[in-house]
């Protein structure tokens, strides 16, 4: 199925103040739609839009949810980095912790203190969830 128009339905309703409807009309469809979700954020260079589809995609929480969410964990932009960041916390999975230890020894920026730190309270996070 393709899902590219309702996904522009469904963020043309969240421009419009509208974000619960859009966000559970989106949560509503199959997880099948995360891969144009993903595509869908990539497209868009509205950062309130972005962050309306990230909402989403990590409420799926699915291998694909994981994927997009190392990728952007790996971003050059900060900004992506830390979304990325929130979201594998929010999904709070043994994958996500993984994903986050993985980053503590191999991210480009591990060496950046706030960063790491960032790492590290992101771990303390998922495991508290986890237990």
């Given at each position: 199925?393709?899902?590219?128009?309702?996904?522009?339905d469904?963020?043309?309703?969240?421009?419009a103040?509208?974000?619960?409807?859009?966000?559970h009309?989106?949560?509503?469809?199959?997880?099948?739609?995360?891969?144009?979700?993903v595509?869908?954020f990539h497209?868009?260079?509205?950062?309130?839009?972005?962050?309306f589809?990230?909402d989403v995609?990590?409420?799926y929480?699915?291998?694909?949810?994981?994927?997009?969410l190392?990728?952007?964990?790996?971003?050059?932009?900060s900004?992506l980095?830390?979304?990325g960041?929130?979201?594998?916390?929010?999904?709070?999975s043994?994958?996500?912790r993984?994903?986050?230890?993985?980053?503590i020894e191999?991210h480009?920026r591990?060496q950046d203190?706030?960063?790491?730190?960032?790492l590290?309270?992101?771990?303390?996070?998922?495991?508290w969830?986890?237990?």
């Amino acid at each position: 199925m393709d899902y590219g128009s309702i996904i522009s339905d469904y963020v043309a309703i969240a421009r419009a103040g509208r974000d619960d409807e859009a966000f559970h009309g989106l949560i509503d469809l199959t997880a099948d739609v995360v891969p144009e979700l993903v595509q869908a954020f990539h497209k868009s260079s509205d950062t309130e839009v972005q962050r309306f589809l990230l909402d989403v995609i990590v409420e799926y929480r699915v291998p694909a949810s994981l994927e997009f969410l190392t990728s952007l964990l790996y971003s050059s932009d900060s900004r992506l980095s830390s979304a990325g960041l929130e979201g594998l916390v929010k999904i709070s999975s043994a994958e996500a912790r993984s994903v986050v230890q993985g980053a503590i020894e191999r991210h480009p920026r591990r060496q950046d203190r706030a960063f790491s730190l960032e790492l590290k309270q992101a771990i303390a996070d998922i495991e508290w969830t986890l237990s």
